[in-house]
């Protein structure tokens, strides 16, 4: 069945680098995704990965995926006060084509 | 190019009433779903629209129903209202190409009491 797992909150400091992970348990994932979402917003795509890749960079973001655990990863490199939000990774599964599978947040909060 | 829209940003209703959502998607694309984030959780998918036809349903009752427009906007009803069905009722709007990238509009924040 669907199931997406995340840790519930992170606290770094400003500058340091902050690893968001999440798991999944449907191995017809199609693609993972990380999304942003800052109070009262909506939210904002920030990467996705196809399933078959291991690992994705843009800019200050770096996805790794180990397909084997089910494991999925976000590095958010010099973290800024600006990234303080919550961080939801979702999926797609084969079959199913753009239904988002999301879940349940990470809290980063990001302290001076 | 205005990003995905939706109105209204907030709304109160009581329970037993119906309520409807709008969204218009982002330009150029064709695909809208929908989800209902519930304090404190993930967004959950209600469905999605293309071509004005329902393609796909999550685990909603009937009482939520949708529709397409021939412009591609989309509307959310939901009938005879519980209180548990408040929460940020969120459109995404794809095209269909391109249905990875899914793009997130502002949502609308229902509150029933």
């Known amino acids: 069945g669907e199931d997406v797992e995340q840790s519930l909150f992170l606290s770094v400091r400003e500058g340091d680098s902050s690893v968001i992970n999440c798991t999944y348990t449907?191995?017809?994932?199609?693609?993972l995704y990380w999304y942003k979402q800052e109070p009262g917003a909506g939210l904002q795509l920030l990467t996705y990965i196809f399933s078959n890749m291991d690992m994705k960079q843009d800019q200050r973001l770096t996805v790794l995926l180990n397909k084997k655990d089910k494991h999925l990863s976000l590095r958010i490199a010099d973290t800024q006060t600006g990234d303080s939000a919550i961080y939801f990774c979702?999926?797609?599964?084969?079959?199913?084509?753009?239904?988002?599978?999301f879940g349940t947040g990470t809290r980063l909060q990001v302290t001076l | 190019d205005a990003g995905v829209t939706q109105s209204p940003t907030h709304l109160i209703k009581t329970r037993g009433q119906q309520v409807t959502l709008r969204c218009s998607p982002k330009s150029g694309h064709d695909t809208v779903s929908w989800y209902q984030q519930a304090l404190g959780q993930g967004p959950q998918f209600i469905f999605q629209y293309y071509e004005e036809e329902e393609r796909q349903r999550g685990n909603f009752p009937d009482r939520f129903s949708g529709h397409q427009f021939p412009n591609y906007s989309s509307e959310l009803n939901v009938n005879a209202l519980l209180l548990g069905d408040s929460a940020l009722y969120l459109c995404a709007s794809s095209a269909l190409a391109g249905i990875n990238e899914q793009f997130f509009g502002p949502g609308t924040r229902l509150t029933v009491l």
């Open positions: 979702a999926e797609t599964l084969l079959g199913t084509a753009s239904k988002l599978t």
């Open positions: 449907d191995s017809s994932s199609t693609y």
